[in-house]
């Protein structure tokens, strides 16, 4: 089994539809972090948690909320999805400490907006 | 802010040939650096890091790297490319042990038998 998991992994949804994405791990990582990928602009962060009463927005979090519900879940919602935020999803995690900047990815969820 | 450029979005090799993927980064104090390989369907999965110690980094699946501060450069290599190395790569920089990681754009290895 994959040490970060994410679900679904693939999903269509409509304009203006709420959709979450979830993300559960085992690797015991306090860190979590939800990215975006989009071609030619590689990851951008969306929202970050370094524990479970800790949300931090990231550079494009406008239109997306996350809930950390353990140390092993984040989620990231979208309230009314829109064709833009049509992309690649990424969870990821990492420890804390000197080796912070390495970051665990799950294998994606693409999200496609009609 | 912090910025990576990675020159060239798709790179095209022979199997066999040397491969060279570039990366700059802008940055005026020392620097964490990491190259990350995504396959086919696949997360990203980290190749190699540099963290202050050697300037010559040596990673996964005979990829290296080397840091050189007087060019702001992070260039990974390899001296044989392998059909198996056809993948996307990403060059990733931090600043400090809890900053967050700003990515590269991308840059697509194709490997031609």
């Known amino acids: 089994d994959a040490d970060v998991t994410q679900t679904p992994r693939n999903r269509i949804t409509k304009t203006g539809k709420r959709i979450m994405l979830e993300c559960s791990q085992t690797?015991?990582?306090?860190?979590m972090y939800w990215y975006r990928q989009d071609p030619g602009l590689g990851l951008r962060l969306i929202y970050y948690?370094?524990?479970?009463?800790?949300?931090n927005k990231g550079e494009i979090s406008d239109g997306y909320s996350v809930s950390r519900q353990a140390q092993a879940k984040f989620s990231l919602s979208l309230e009314s999805a829109i064709p833009n935020q049509t992309a690649l999803y990424f969870c990821a995690t990492s420890i804390a400490g000197l080796d912070a900047g390495e970051l665990f990815f799950g294998e994606g969820s693409r999200l496609t907006v009609l | 802010a912090q910025s990576v450029t990675q020159l060239g979005s798709h790179v095209s090799v022979s199997e066999g040939a040397l491969v060279l993927l570039r990366c700059n980064y802008s940055?005026?104090?020392?620097?964490?650096l990491f190259w990350y390989v995504q396959y086919p369907n696949q997360g990203l999965q980290l190749l190699l890091k540099y963290t202050s110690a050697a300037t010559l980094v040596k990673g996964i699946n005979g990829f290296e790297a080397e840091f050189k501060k007087s060019e702001t450069s992070f260039h990974l290599t390899k001296p044989s490319a392998h059909m198996s190395d056809a993948a996307e790569y990403f060059c990733?920089?931090?600043?400090?042990?809890?900053?967050?990681?700003?990515f590269g754009g991308g840059t697509r290895l194709m490997v031609k038998p």
């Open positions: 940055s005026s104090v020392p620097p964490y």
């Open positions: 690797k015991g990582h306090d860190r």
């Open positions: 948690s370094f524990d479970v009463k800790d949300i």
């Open positions: 990733a920089v931090g600043y400090n042990a809890g900053n967050m990681l700003t």
